[in-house]
């Protein structure tokens, strides 16, 4: 049974969890004047977080399984000496390429924290309490996408991006400190316990893909993160521009207000047991439309704080439904594998925003990519409703599927 030692080790997983993931998104924020920094074009500055975005995502799917051979304190310093040193390496660089590269080193020394974090969290928590754990942890992670975005465009307007990264890797670096206190042993023995097995345990990793109601439901979070990600990462060049002409500081303070969706969190978990899960994803999916339309129409700074408001709150009351309703579809065993697809899934969809949805700015402007982000929150919705009349009856027994 968890007791508060287990929680305090939540909170510094939630912690680190949250700077790993912002370093990925320190670059959103700051596109533009990355790109000015090397001669290029305001377009090429987004280069700098798909590379880093895609380069997370391939490695938390590598590193997802080694949770099982190593103990998360290893990995959770791995990773974050790995992202600050990457993180220091790329505030030096003098050509554009280095700075991809190093940009690309950092997401994924950075997916590593995450990785092993997930698969902490079963051993922390009740079968009761796994899916608001599960809410905590993905909380964090999206509050770290908040202050990724946010950081850098405060400091940057006082320090310059260079100095504002070094602020950022030196905060990594402490975190190595706080990650000392997570337990040192490994998790409860793996099916694949030898290293020479990793491909196996690969292969079981992919064998979850073959779950069609699984499929739905990493498809669902896809959708969503595309609107989502793709809808915040282009207000940032709409904000630069009339009648807003919002300066780097200004636009980090307005990405401070994701923090509010820290309350969608214990929001969602309070409606689940009432009306269950579907219901609380397709509600916040409704959310997340009427931001990206608020955001659309706005002409005004209050108009720009609403939306990104209800977008957080959305985004985040949606998160932890989803997954609720994923970890139901699953053993206790795999919940582990099955986090990490599912946030690859996630995290694929913010590199794939990021690199289609830029050819829709530059031709449509923020209408297209608000059309383009509104069919992709759809799309999310409709896989929940299709996904509800395909569920075989003897499933509605399983846990976090009670009230489908």
Same mark, same amino acid.
């Given at each position: 049974?968890?007791?508060?030692?287990?929680?305090?080790?939540?909170?510094?997983?939630?912690?680190?969890?949250?700077?790993?993931?912002? *370093?990925?998104?320190?670059?959103?924020?700051?596109?533009?004047?990355?790109?000015?920094? =090397?001669?290029?074009?305001? +377009?090429?500055?987004?280069?700098?977080?798909?590379?880093? +975005?895609?380069?997370?995502?391939?490695?938390? @799917?590598? @590193?997802?399984?080694?949770?099982?051979?190593?103990?998360?304190?290893?990995?959770?310093?791995?990773?974050?000496?790995?992202?600050?040193?990457?993180?220091?390496?790329?505030?030096?660089?003098?050509?554009?390429?280095?700075?991809?590269?190093?940009?690309?080193?950092?997401?994924?020394?950075?997916?590593?924290?995450?990785?092993?974090?997930?698969?902490?969290?079963?051993?922390?928590?009740?079968?009761?309490?796994?899916? *608001? =754990?599960?809410?905590? #942890?993905?909380?964090?992670?999206?509050?770290?996408?908040?202050?990724?975005?946010?950081?850098?465009?405060?400091?940057?307007?006082?320090?310059?991006?260079?100095?504002?990264?070094?602020? =950022?890797?030196?905060?990594?670096?402490?975190?190595?400190?706080?990650?000392?206190?997570?337990?040192?042993?490994?998790?409860?023995?793996?099916?694949?316990?030898?290293? +020479? %097995?990793?491909?196996?345990? =690969?292969?079981?990793?992919?064998?979850?893909?073959?779950?069609?109601?699984?499929?739905?439901?990493?498809?669902?979070? @896809?959708?969503?993160?595309? !609107?989502?990600?793709?809808?915040?990462?282009?207000?940032?060049?709409?904000?630069?521009?009339?009648?807003?002409?919002?300066?780097?500081?200004?636009?980090?303070?307005?990405?401070?207000?994701?923090?509010?969706?820290?309350?969608?969190?214990?929001?969602?978990?309070? #409606?689940?047991?009432?009306?269950?899960?579907?219901?609380?994803?397709?509600?916040?999916?409704?959310?997340?439309?009427?931001?990206?339309?608020?955001?659309?129409?706005?002409? %005004?700074?209050?108009?720009?704080?609403?939306? $990104?408001?209800?977008?957080?709150?959305?985004?985040? +009351?949606?998160?932890?439904?989803?997954?609720?309703?994923?970890?139901?579809?699953?053993?206790?065993?795999?919940?582990?594998?099955?986090?990490?697809?599912?946030?690859?899934?996630?995290?694929?969809?913010?590199?794939?925003? %990021?690199?289609?949805?830029?050819?829709?700015?530059?031709? @449509?402007?923020?209408?297209?990519?608000?059309?383009?982000?509104?069919?992709?929150?759809?799309?999310?919705?409709?896989?929940?409703? $299709?996904?509800?009349? #395909?569920?075989?009856?003897? %499933?509605?027994?399983?846990? !976090?599927?009670?009230?489908?």
């Amino acid at each position: 049974m968890p007791t508060s030692n287990n929680k305090f080790t939540l909170f510094i997983a939630c912690l680190i969890t949250c700077l790993a993931v912002g *370093s990925v998104y320190l670059t959103q924020s700051i596109f533009p004047l990355l790109a000015h920094s =090397y001669g290029l074009p305001d +377009s090429a500055g987004r280069l700098t977080f798909t590379y880093a +975005s895609i380069a997370y995502a391939i490695a938390f @799917f590598v @590193f997802g399984p080694w949770s099982d051979l190593l103990s998360p304190k290893k990995l959770a310093s791995v990773g974050l000496i790995g992202s600050a040193l990457a993180l220091a390496l790329a505030a030096s660089t003098s050509q554009f390429d280095y700075l991809l590269i190093a940009l690309m080193a950092m997401g994924a020394a950075a997916a590593i924290v995450p990785a092993a974090m997930f698969a902490l969290v079963p051993r922390l928590a009740t079968p009761q309490q796994l899916g *608001s =754990y599960f809410g905590l #942890l993905i909380a964090a992670s999206v509050i770290g996408i908040s202050v990724g975005r946010s950081v850098p465009s405060l400091l940057t307007g006082v320090l310059g991006w260079r100095n504002a990264f070094l602020c =950022y890797a030196a905060l990594l670096a402490l975190a190595v400190a706080i990650a000392q206190k997570l337990p040192a042993a490994n998790s409860a023995p793996s099916k694949f316990p030898a290293w +020479s %097995s990793l491909p196996k345990l =690969y292969l079981a990793t992919l064998e979850l893909l073959t779950h069609a109601r699984l499929l739905r439901l990493f498809a669902t979070g @896809f959708a969503l993160f595309f !609107g989502y990600l793709g809808c915040i990462t282009f207000l940032t060049y709409r904000l630069h521009q009339a009648p807003f002409q919002f300066d780097t500081t200004q636009i980090g303070g307005i990405g401070f207000l994701g923090l509010i969706a820290i309350l969608g969190a214990p929001l969602s978990g309070r #409606l689940m047991a009432k009306t269950g899960p579907r219901k609380v994803a397709l509600g916040s999916l409704i959310l997340v439309l009427l931001a990206i339309a608020t955001l659309t129409m706005a002409t %005004s700074a209050s108009a720009i704080v609403t939306g $990104v408001l209800l977008m957080f709150l959305g985004v985040f +009351s949606c998160q932890p439904a989803i997954f609720t309703m994923i970890s139901g579809n699953v053993p206790a065993t795999r919940r582990g594998a099955a986090s990490s697809l599912y946030l690859l899934t996630w995290l694929g969809a913010v590199s794939a925003a %990021s690199a289609s949805l830029g050819t829709v700015w530059n031709q @449509f402007g923020f209408q297209g990519i608000a059309i383009s982000s509104s069919a992709a929150i759809l799309l999310a919705a409709s896989i929940l409703l $299709v996904d509800k009349f #395909l569920i075989q009856p003897q %499933s509605a027994s399983t846990a !976090g599927l009670a009230k489908p």
